[in-house]
């Protein structure tokens, strides 16, 4: 008892005690939550920018940013009062009829991809409610597209890469090969094939005349924070030029100005863009969305009837989203992000100065970071989190570094000199 005593008085955050109030709540709620979730104890009530406050009022600088989602920050506030006068106005009324901000949504995000130079035949988009569905929706179009090509249906093979994630829906979860996350539900849909990410020669055998679609991350996030090779990206445009089949970038973590630029894809030749593009996360800043853009071809392909959904560009998410957009698409904003990323890596570096057998590798672009460690981070994620900084992981024992785009540098080196007080903790100086 008094070990414990003495070291939650040395924490600033100390985990929630069995006897707190926090876990009385969720020993009250926990019967009627489905198991799909392990969380760590504390319990999160406000948000303010780049911080997070839990039921005790202790404070925790937050660079998850809810999986890379809040880009504007918690709680937003030109973000929150657009909410309110939304909801006050319109919320839903379904795809039976026309709404304001559905085609406005639409129209920026096509507007502002063109700008940016990236994806130059963005055309059309469909808006669906979350990264799943943008990818479903993705799927799907180029399965339609490859019938429209081979109307006996021969052409309908999707190729996907090991270490992707695409979602959690039953198309989405078939271009995901990983045993963790298809295992349990096996078999997978049918036609999904899987090759190796940044293998070049590959290609000509992996990608063939019965393939109508090829998805790929431009980083994989959740695999690890692995970044495509931009010879890669375009022989896969080449190859899927070669065979008629449709190139799909899953931009859902890695898009909207998170690497410094709108669309990470721009970082390659700009004859290496898609044919289709999805995006989520930080679309909605929170709030449920997501979007599928399209070449003008893909578009030719789907008619009324293709494909529909309830929610999806409803007036509510897609005002926000719009708003969203208008804001990430900020040059100023981008650079920053940029600039963070070197704040970030000089960080890296001096703790790899001090602990050089534990951190092997720094990967990824702007905003979304990966370091590599050589033991498990588990221990270290709640060392961090009981000194008051939240930290996740990906791949396999892999810091990964999502902050909203807007933390400071003071932030950063606040969570910084914490992550080194909890490695010096865990690991030793």
């Not at 901000?101 to 096509?110: H, N």
């Not at 719009?322 to 001096?350: M, N």
Request: net charge neutral; glycine share 10%.
């Amino acid at each position: 008892m008094k070990r414990e005593i003495s070291r939650e008085a040395s924490l600033p955050n100390p985990d929630p005690s069995p006897d707190s109030q926090t876990a009385a709540l969720v020993h009250d709620q926990q019967e009627y939550l489905v198991r799909t979730y392990v969380r760590p104890p504390p319990m999160f009530v406000k948000g303010d920018g780049c911080y997070l406050w839990d039921i005790e009022n202790r404070r925790y600088l937050d660079f998850t940013a809810g999986i890379a989602v809040n880009a504007l920050g918690h709680c937003d506030a030109e973000f929150s009062e657009l909410m309110y006068r939304q909801a006050r106005t319109l919320v839903h009324t379904s795809n039976l009829y026309h709404n304001p901000w559905t085609g406005s949504l639409s129209k920026l995000l096509v507007h502002e991809t063109r700008k940016a130079g990236a994806m130059a035949d963005a055309s059309r988009v469909f808006v669906s409610n979350s990264g799943s569905e943008a990818n479903e929706a993705a799927l799907k179009f180029a399965r339609k597209v490859g019938k429209t090509l081979v109307p006996d249906g021969g052409k309908h093979e999707i190729v996907s890469f090991h270490r992707s994630f695409h979602g959690r829906t039953f198309g989405s979860l078939s271009a995901t090969p990983n045993a963790k996350y298809q295992a349990p539900f096996a078999p997978m849909l049918p036609g999904f094939i899987y090759g190796t990410y940044n293998d070049v020669e590959a290609l000509d055998s992996l990608i063939t005349e019965k393939t109508c679609g090829v998805i790929v991350e431009p980083i994989q996030g959740e695999g690890g924070v692995h970044v495509a090779t931009p010879e890669f990206l375009l022989a896969l445009r080449e190859r899927c030029d070669a065979v008629g089949a449709v190139l799909i970038h899953d931009e859902i973590q890695c898009g909207l100005s998170r690497t410094g630029r709108l669309w990470a894809h721009q970082a390659g030749a700009s004859s290496s863009h898609p044919d289709i593009l999805t995006t989520a996360k930080a679309l909605g800043n929170g709030y449920p969305i997501g979007a599928t853009m399209v070449s003008s071809a893909v578009a030719d392909a789907i008619v009324t009837g293709d494909h529909g959904t309830t929610f999806g560009g409803n007036p509510l998410a897609c005002r926000l989203a719009h708003h969203v957009v208008s804001r990430l698409a900020s040059p100023v904003l981008q650079a920053a992000v940029r600039d963070k990323e070197g704040l970030f890596r000089e960080h890296f570096a001096r703790l790899r100065l001090r602990h050089p057998d534990l951190i092997k590798e720094v990967r990824g672009t702007g905003l979304l970071l990966g370091v590599q460690l050589s033991r498990d981070p588990t221990e270290l994620i709640a060392a961090a989190r009981e000194r008051g900084l939240l930290l996740i992981t990906c791949g396999t024992n892999t810091l990964r570094f999502v902050p909203p785009l807007v933390v400071s540098e003071a932030e950063i080196d606040e969570g910084m000199g914490i992550l080194g007080e909890a490695m010096d903790a865990v690991f030793g100086k």
